[in-house]
C-alpha cells in the first residue's frame, strides 16, 4: 500500500489562500491517481480534486473549480491543493487519497488509499 500525510491545513481569513501538501511513501507513487476530498462534521467525505498519474489532466468538484488548483511532483512523491479565495464553507478536513485507478473515477468513486486528514478553517 501507499501511506500518505497531509501537512499545510490552519486557520485563514475568508479571501485568503492555503496551500495543503501530501507526502507519499514509497517509490511507485507515479503508479496512482491522486486527489484530495474533504469533510465536515455530520457530512459525507466529498471530492474535491484529483489529478492523472502524469499530471497532465485534472478534475475538480463545481464548487472549488477556479479557485483550487491541485499539482503533483513525481519526484518528490508529493501532491499539492493549492486553495485561493476561500470561503467559510471550505471549511473542512482535507484528506489526500490515493488510488490505482484512474483520477477521473475518484469523482465517483471513493479510492483505496488515505491519509489522516488535515483541518482547515476558514473565518468570514
Known amino acids: 500500500q501507499v501511506q500518505l500525510v497531509e501537512s499545510g491545513g490552519g486557520l485563514v481569513q475568508a479571501g485568503d489562500s492555503l496551500r495543503l501538501s501530501c507526502a507519499a511513501s514509497g517509490r511507485t507513487f507515479s503508479s496512482y491517481a491522486m486527489g484530495w476530498f474533504r469533510q465536515i462534521p455530520g457530512k459525507e467525505r466529498d471530492f474535491v480534486a484529483s489529478i492523472t498519474r502524469t499530471g497532465a489532466s485534472k478534475y475538480y468538484a463545481d464548487s472549488v473549480k477556479g479557485r483550487f488548483t491541485i499539482s503533483r511532483d513525481n519526484a518528490k512523491n508529493k501532491v499539492y491543493l493549492q486553495m485561493n479565495s476561500l470561503k467559510s464553507e471550505d471549511t473542512a478536513v482535507y484528506y489526500c487519497?490515493?488510488?490505482?485507478?484512474?483520477?477521473?473515477?475518484?469523482?465517483?468513486?471513493?479510492?483505496?488509499?488515505w491519509g489522516q486528514g488535515t483541518q482547515v478553517t476558514v473565518s468570514s
Open positions: 487519497a490515493a488510488d490505482p485507478s484512474t483520477a477521473q473515477i475518484m469523482t465517483v468513486r471513493r479510492p483505496d488509499y
